[in-house]
């Protein structure tokens, strides 16, 4: 079942007294939605993603995902970062199937496990190390574990950024298909914009100095949504638009909690 996510008037900095990351964010990603974070190195992208996986305690504010406030992680809201992290100890469905024991599911471990690893295409290497398999291999272990717990939500931290072009491909399809076939709330935050416009049904464009969400972009073009597509182009360079108006004019205070929402036909 997909989940609300309810960002309120989010204010963070590291250190008292210290240099303020992340100012009076609002937010709200719909039940099923794909929301898809951009912004320059430094803008809080991450953070904010880390608050929202309950990682993170913002100073002020607070975030509510399906209505219940976010203390800390929870197998509920899954998230995946830029690097597998597997046991390298454990065959890959063994990784997969730690996750259900980390959600207090101990029955038919394995065989939820398989079946997830057959998922995403690795049904034939269920018992090999992390170790014996690629980069893009990894991941998809990765995203085999956080999924076989049946997330209603699901953060995705650049978690394509160091694969190839085909591999990334193939894992961005992979995500939005079973993301749509399950009703997960999905939020991405990603460096790339094409990888925001295959990925978002919106797209929030951060400023920094400090981060605020800038404005809000309707992705209108219908999945799949790839390059070279009718309307494509058009919509990434709306967004790089958008990036550029966010490093150049920064909201004023008075209008940091609303961002700009600008909805683009494509």
């Known amino acids: 079942m997909s989940t609300a996510i309810h960002v309120v008037n989010v ?12 100012s009076d964010v609002a937010l709200r990603v719909e039940a099923g939605e794909t929301l898809a974070i951009v ?22 504010g607070a975030v509510y995902i399906g209505g219940e406030p976010v203390r800390s992680p929870n197998p509920r809201w899954n998230i995946m970062f830029q690097r597998a992290a597997l046991y390298p100890w454990l065959s890959i469905v063994d990784n997969v199937a730690l996750g259900l024991e980390f959600a207090g599911e101990g029955r038919e471990r394995r065989h939820q496990a398989v079946t997830m ?29 956080s999924l076989v717990v049946s997330p209603s939500v699901i953060l995705l931290d650049e978690p394509f950024s160091a694969l190839d072009t085909f591999t990334r491909s193939d894992l961005q399809a992979e995500v939005l298909s079973i993301v749509a076939e399950q009703g997960i ?24 100095g400090p981060g605020r969400i800038h404005s809000l972009i309707d ?24 990036f550029g108006r966010a490093r150049r004019n920064p909201l004023p205070d008075d209008e940091a909690s609303t961002p700009a929402s600008v909805a683009v036909s494509v």
């Open 11 to 22: 204010t963070h900095r590291y250190a008292k007294g210290g240099t303020t990351v992340l």
């Open 39 to 60: 912004g320059e190195s430094g803008c809080g992208k991450s953070t904010l993603l880390h608050m929202i996986a309950g990682m993170e305690t913002p100073a002020a």
């Open 117 to 145: 690893l057959q998922r995403v295409g690795l049904g034939d290497r269920v018992n090999a190390r992390p170790q014996d398999l690629s980069g893009g291999q990894q991941q998809r272990v990765a995203l085999a574990r």
């Open 185 to 208: 709330t999905l939020i991405q935050v990603t460096h790339d914009l094409d990888e925001a416009v295959i990925m978002g049904d919106r797209i929030a464009v951060m400023e920094r």
């Open 219 to 242: 992705n209108r073009m219908t999945a799949p949504r790839q390059p070279g597509r009718p309307g494509f182009a058009a919509m990434r360079d709306e967004l790089l638009a958008a």
